[in-house]
């Protein structure tokens, strides 16, 4: 999974959270290039003798020619900064073969042979986190997408399907436990060294392989299939993390059981391993039989991990569960179909966390995320449709487009066919084309049969980038309503001119004096324009449109205020009525910003807004999660997504007085709801997480109010807290705050949680995102803290992914924030390019801004455009992000 998924503060800000050095330039890959590769794997035997700083691994590939592929007299196996140190076919040594660049190509004469190679890797030098490599003393891998190829010279591409035994030896006591894909066959000792034999019955593509050696315990436990087989479950971690480790084994039991029910799919290994590791540049890997995992989405208990935390934990664990079938028996056949994939999984891990919690509340964190993170990579200079065109490093399209647009796509497909026809469409999906490697095509015709749905034009949603526009007027003829909807969809970087898209809308009409609709429909907009008539209204009913935020899409009502007010305080679709409540903020919020608002419509607009706002804390129908979404304020981002050119200061003056004044207007309700969830205790139980939620929300509101209360209150929280949620959320308030409580609790935070390394990034992220007016400088104090490390990602990201988020300490009037992001891509190139090259985009968005900061985050990117060496990561974000 990808890190850039999980919301983390509740003021609306979202947390965003992925190689080797290379001469600039380096080659397009493009999508229509792809031909089927000359030969088959059809057998991979590996040898590992592992070590920290040496480790010799020796492959021997069996291959014979392709049939359906064109006859090549040669074999590429690709490789990433290694040597052969021998290469022999068919058990004689051998020299014909060349290299071009870091690949070997080899003569083959035959049709068939076995090719076996040795090479020498040194996994503690690798920064890069890429290939094998050391992390506290233990030894693991990640190789998607290419990091195979760091490890050893093979067809390191994802049509290449193999059959793997491998063996490892090391020294007993520095890797007590070895892992791998698969089935353990085979063990034994040799002196101070023993080895282990794994056999993984399923072809796969490489970039499925994983290995693991350290010391590490496990949390052990079983689930049994629904055709009655026991499977092995094992949570691994280091010594002391053991006792945090019961959510994520809970999360993946319940993962098991879901995919059987909702999607028919069972598991089909009799062991299922999870690691956990902490120096990780993503989420979590879906290695087969074997997925490593960043710490982060494993560890959780209630003294160390918030609420959101504990969802993410479960959304991770299922996400890289569901790849098992999505993914791995049916993988990808080139890297422009990863939205086959990852999109499919995502909309599956979203429809398991909606089924375990609260399914509107998931559906809106999920469109915050969408909005947040998609939208801007969709109207900037990255813009690329979810199955992309060309790329020069795949890695740099593990995005939100892919990721999160893709799961939208395949949604509204599921919208149009029903939940039961879809469900027709995905088994069909699974059952033709388990085993093989797929394209997107073949999931969308799978699902054009399987559903009996005829997909012709939805198919543009694959090709085109950019976030359609849908416009929206509502009139009124006789006893009909009469709804005209429009579309564009944006120009994009190589896609000037684009067609209409189908695009699946939900809407309901109020009748304004019962406050009701008599039914929801579904209306399908597949032209520019077009017209749609309902009967039976003697005055003008009231639109509800996109309700469950049915299509990807922005949309322009010109609706009165008081219809939102409306909407806010009654809509029965709790997507809609959050939406409404986001439109009548963000309305008033783009309009006072424009400063287009005299000081009566200010007045007249705040006021609607409290009074919505007055109807949210106060109905005893909404349970206090949904309560909590409602409350939150739309985010700078989203706010600024609405201009075409923002001035980020000023939208945070606006935003933040908005957020005063609500404070201080409904500071009685407020303060009723936080006692009343003050005297909820502590529990998981959906009721209290609501409490918690809404608890720190209006500690936010007091801050922008009454300063001096709010941090009486959160210190208060911060020290009466029993779990890490009201601790977090207390301290968040207080870091935005001046005062001696904001240092007393900083400290008393840091040497509480001193070396549990993920609690101290919340630490270094807290400070990083606050609204102090010291933030650039606190920054740049933290990247001297003896904890801050540019080696660990997880670090990396608390503290920069955190301030680059930060539109107060980012946009900092002076530049300063831009030249910090600036320094830091440059300083991090060299040692993890991945996660370099993802600080890119927050420069990126340099035309959407006012001119003075615009200039100043170019000029960034044009000095980091300028270095001697860049990684491929970096250098194509930045010259996408320049062109
Ligand atoms: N496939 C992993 C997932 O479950 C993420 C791999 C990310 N790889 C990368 N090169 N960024 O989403
Ligand atoms: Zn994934």
Same mark, same amino acid.
């Given at each position: 999974?990808?890190?850039?998924?999980?919301?983390?503060?509740?003021?609306?800000?979202?947390?965003?959270?992925?190689?080797?050095?290379?001469?600039? *330039?380096?080659?397009?890959?493009?999508?229509?290039?792809?031909?089927?590769?000359? %030969?088959?794997?059809?057998? $991979?035997?590996?040898?590992?003798?592992?070590?920290?700083?040496? =480790?010799?691994?020796?492959?021997?590939?069996?291959?014979?020619?392709?049939?359906?592929?064109?006859?090549?007299?040669?074999?590429?196996?690709?490789?990433?900064?290694?040597?052969?140190?021998?290469?022999?076919?068919?058990?004689?040594?051998?020299?014909?073969?060349?290299?071009?660049?870091?690949?070997?190509?080899?003569?083959?004469?035959?049709?068939?042979?076995?090719?076996?190679?040795? =090479?020498?890797? /040194? +996994?503690?030098?690798?920064?890069?986190?890429?290939?094998?490599?050391?992390?506290?003393?233990?030894?693991? $891998?990640?190789?998607?997408?290419?990091?195979?190829?760091?490890?050893?010279?093979?067809?390191?591409? +994802?049509?290449?399907?193999?059959?793997?035994?491998?063996?490892? #030896?090391?020294?007993?006591?520095?890797?007590?436990?070895?892992?791998?894909?698969?089935?353990?066959?085979?063990?034994?000792?040799?002196?101070?060294?023993?080895?282990?034999?794994?056999?993984?019955?399923?072809?796969?593509? #490489?970039?499925?392989?994983?290995?693991?050696?350290?010391?590490?315990?496990?949390?052990?436990?079983?689930?049994?299939?629904?055709?009655?087989? @026991?499977?092995?479950?094992?949570?691994?971690?280091?010594?002391?993390?053991?006792?945090? $480790?019961?959510?994520?084994?809970?999360?993946?039991?319940?993962?098991?059981?879901?995919?059987? !029910?909702?999607?028919?799919?069972?598991?089909?290994?009799?062991?299922?391993?999870?690691?956990?590791?902490?120096?990780?540049?993503?989420?979590?890997?879906?290695?087969?039989?074997?997925?490593?995992?960043?710490?982060?989405?494993?560890?959780?208990?209630?003294?160390?991990?918030?609420?959101?935390?504990?969802?993410?934990?479960?959304?991770?664990?299922?996400?890289?569960?569901?790849?098992?079938?999505?993914?791995?028996?049916?993988?990808?056949?080139?890297?422009?179909?990863?939205?086959?994939?990852?999109?499919?999984?995502?909309?599956?891990?979203?429809?398991?966390?909606?089924?375990?919690?609260?399914?509107?509340?998931?559906?809106?964190?999920?469109?915050?995320?969408?909005?947040?993170?998609?939208?801007?990579?969709?109207?900037?200079?990255?813009?690329?449709?979810?199955?992309? /065109?060309?790329?020069?490093?795949?890695?740099?399209?593990?995005?939100?487009?892919?990721?999160?647009?893709?799961?939208?796509?395949?949604?509204?497909?599921?919208?149009?066919?029903?939940?039961?026809?879809?469900?027709?469409?995905?088994?069909?999906?699974? *059952?033709?084309?388990?085993?093989?490697?797929?394209?997107?095509?073949?999931?969308?015709?799978?699902?054009?049969?399987?559903?009996?749905?005829?997909? =012709?034009?939805?198919?543009?949603?694959?090709?085109?980038?950019?976030?359609?526009?849908? &416009?929206?007027?509502?009139?009124?003829?006789?006893?009909?309503?009469?709804?005209?909807?429009?579309?564009?969809?944006?120009?994009?970087?190589?896609?000037?001119?684009?067609?209409?898209?189908?695009?699946?809308?939900?809407?309901?009409?109020?009748?304004?004096?019962?406050?009701?609709?008599?039914?929801?429909?579904?209306?399908?907009?597949?032209?520019?324009?077009?017209?749609?008539?309902?009967?039976?209204?003697?005055? @003008?009913?009231?639109?509800?449109?996109?309700?469950?935020?049915?299509?990807?899409?922005?949309?322009?009502?010109?609706?009165?205020?008081?219809?939102?007010?409306?909407?806010?305080?009654?809509?029965?679709?709790?997507?809609?009525?959050?939406?409404?409540?986001?439109?009548?903020?963000?309305?008033?919020?783009?309009?006072?910003?424009?400063?287009?608002?005299?000081?009566?419509?200010?007045?007249?607009?705040?006021?609607?807004?409290?009074?919505?706002?007055?109807?949210?804390?106060?109905?005893?129908?909404?349970?206090?999660?949904?309560?909590? !979404?409602?409350?939150?304020?739309?985010?700078?981002?989203?706010?600024?997504?609405?201009?075409?050119?923002?001035? +980020?200061?000023?939208?945070?003056?606006?935003?933040?007085?908005?957020?005063?004044?609500?404070?201080?207007?409904?500071?009685?309700?407020?303060?009723?709801?936080?006692?009343?969830?003050?005297?909820?205790?502590?529990?998981?139980?959906?009721?209290? @997480?609501?409490?918690?939620?809404?608890?720190?929300?209006?500690?936010?509101?007091?801050?922008?109010?009454?300063?001096?209360?709010?941090?009486?209150?959160?210190?208060?929280?911060?020290?009466?807290?029993?779990?890490?949620?009201?601790?977090?959320?207390?301290?968040?308030?207080?870091?935005?705050?001046?005062?001696?409580?904001?240092?007393?609790?900083?400290?008393?935070?840091?040497?509480?949680?001193?070396?549990?390394?993920?609690?101290?990034?919340? %630490?270094?992220?807290?400070?990083?995102?606050?609204?102090?007016?010291?933030?650039?400088?606190?920054?740049?104090?933290?990247?001297?803290?003896?904890?801050? &490390?540019?080696?660990?990602?997880?670090?990396?990201? #608390?503290?920069?992914?955190?301030?680059?988020?930060?539109?107060?300490?980012?946009?900092?009037?002076?530049?300063?924030?831009?030249?910090?992001?600036?320094?830091?891509?440059?300083?991090?190139?060299?040692?993890?390019?991945?996660?370099?090259?993802?600080?890119?985009?927050?420069?990126?968005?340099?035309?959407?801004?006012? +001119?003075?900061?615009?200039?100043?985050?170019?000029?960034?990117?044009?000095?980091?455009?300028?270095?001697?060496?860049?990684?491929?990561?970096?250098?194509?974000?930045?010259?996408?992000?320049?062109?």
């Amino acid at each position: 999974m990808d890190i850039a998924r999980t919301p983390s503060n509740p003021d609306g800000n979202i947390e965003m959270a992925d190689a080797a050095m290379q001469p600039h *330039d380096p080659p397009e890959i493009r999508r229509e290039d792809y031909r089927p590769f000359p %030969w088959l794997v059809p057998d $991979t035997r590996l040898d590992f003798e592992l070590g920290l700083d040496s =480790t010799r691994v020796r492959s021997r590939l069996t291959v014979v020619r392709n049939a359906k592929a064109d006859k090549s007299p040669t074999i590429r196996l690709n490789g990433d900064g290694i040597t052969a140190t021998r290469v022999k076919v068919d058990g004689e040594p051998t020299s014909a073969f060349t290299m071009d660049g870091d690949d070997i190509v080899l003569t083959l004469p035959g049709d068939a042979h076995e090719i076996a190679i040795e =090479t020498e890797i /040194d +996994p503690a030098s690798n920064s890069q986190l890429m290939g094998l490599y050391a992390s506290n003393g233990m030894l693991c $891998t990640q190789c998607e997408s290419e990091g195979f190829r760091r490890i050893t010279f093979f067809p390191d591409r +994802p049509d290449v399907l193999s059959t793997y035994t491998v063996r490892m #030896s090391g020294p007993k006591a520095q890797f007590p436990i070895l892992l791998c894909n698969g089935n353990r066959v085979a063990t034994g000792e040799e002196g101070a060294d023993h080895w282990a034999e794994w056999h993984d019955p399923w072809p796969k593509p #490489s970039y499925l392989f994983a290995l693991v050696a350290g010391d590490l315990v496990a949390n052990t436990d079983s689930f049994t299939t629904m055709n009655g087989r @026991k499977v092995e479950l094992n949570v691994w971690v280091r010594e002391g993390d053991l006792e945090r $480790t019961q959510h994520a084994m809970d999360s993946l039991k319940r993962s098991m059981k879901w995919d059987e !029910e909702a999607f028919g799919r069972e598991y089909d290994l009799d062991l299922f391993n999870i690691v956990a590791v902490s120096d990780f540049n993503m989420g979590a890997m879906e290695n087969k039989g074997l997925n490593v995992f960043n710490t982060k989405y494993v560890l959780a208990d209630p003294d160390t991990a918030t609420d959101g935390d504990f969802d993410a934990v479960e959304g991770v664990i299922g996400h890289e569960y569901f790849h098992n079938w999505s993914g791995n028996r049916i993988t990808c056949r080139d890297w422009f179909q990863l939205s086959l994939k990852e999109g499919f999984t995502v909309l599956r891990d979203q429809l398991f966390s909606q089924d375990m919690g609260s399914a509107p509340v998931k559906r809106i964190e999920d469109v915050r995320i969408l909005r947040s993170a998609q939208f801007p990579e969709d109207s900037g200079p990255l813009a690329h449709p979810i199955r992309p /065109d060309s790329y020069r490093e795949i890695s740099n399209f593990y995005t939100a487009t892919v990721y999160n647009k893709g799961a939208e796509v395949i949604r509204m497909m599921r919208t149009m066919a029903g939940e039961e026809r879809f469900r027709q469409g995905t088994d069909l999906y699974f *059952d033709r084309h388990d085993g093989e490697a797929a394209t997107c095509e073949d999931f969308v015709k799978s699902i054009e049969d399987g559903v009996g749905l005829d997909l =012709t034009q939805f198919r543009l949603w694959y090709s085109q980038a950019g976030t359609p526009k849908v &416009t929206v007027d509502l009139s009124h003829e006789g006893d009909e309503a009469v709804l005209k909807l429009g579309q564009t969809v944006p120009e994009t970087p190589g896609q000037p001119l684009k067609q209409p898209m189908p695009i699946p809308l939900k809407v309901a009409l109020f009748d304004r004096a019962s406050g009701k609709h008599s039914g929801e429909q579904l209306v399908v907009l597949d032209k520019a324009s077009a017209e749609y008539r309902f009967q039976g209204f003697a005055e @003008k009913p009231v639109l509800s449109i996109n309700r469950g935020f049915s299509a990807p899409v922005t949309v322009e009502r010109s609706i009165p205020r008081e219809e939102l007010v409306f909407l806010a305080a009654r809509d029965d679709d709790p997507f809609a009525r959050y939406e409404a409540m986001q439109d009548l903020m963000v309305g008033h919020l783009v309009a006072a910003v424009g400063g287009t608002l005299s000081d009566d419509e200010r007045r007249g607009g705040r006021e609607d807004i409290a009074e919505a706002m007055r109807a949210i804390l106060t109905d005893a129908k909404l349970d206090d999660l949904m309560r909590g !979404e409602l409350m939150i304020m739309p985010s700078q981002t989203y706010i600024a997504e609405q201009m075409d050119v923002s001035d +980020p200061g000023r939208i945070h003056t606006e935003r933040e007085a908005l957020k005063a004044e609500l404070g201080s207007r409904l500071s009685a309700e407020m303060h009723a709801l936080y006692d009343r969830a003050e005297k909820i205790p502590f529990s998981l139980e959906a009721e209290a @997480k609501g409490a918690r939620k809404v608890k720190t929300l209006v500690l936010t509101y007091a801050a922008a109010s009454d300063p001096a209360k709010a941090a009486e209150l959160a210190a208060s929280q911060y020290e009466r807290a029993d779990n890490m949620t009201d601790r977090q959320g207390a301290l968040m308030v207080l870091t935005g705050l001046e005062g001696v409580e904001r240092t007393n609790k900083l400290l008393d935070f840091y040497n509480r949680y001193r070396g549990n390394a993920l609690v101290v990034d919340k %630490w270094f992220a807290l400070q990083a995102s606050s609204l102090h007016p010291g933030v650039v400088e606190h920054v740049k104090a933290l990247a001297e803290h003896p904890d801050f &490390t540019l080696r660990n990602p997880n670090r990396v990201r #608390s503290l920069y992914m955190a301030f680059a988020a930060n539109p107060h300490g980012f946009h900092a009037p002076d530049g300063e924030g831009y030249r910090m992001i600036g320094d830091l891509i440059l300083a991090l190139d060299p040692i993890n390019a991945q996660t370099a090259a993802r600080f890119v985009p927050p420069l990126g968005r340099w035309r959407r801004i006012e +001119p003075g900061r615009a200039a100043m985050m170019r000029e960034q990117l044009e000095r980091i455009a300028e270095a001697p060496k860049l990684s491929r990561d970096t250098f194509e974000q930045v010259t996408r992000s320049l062109g």
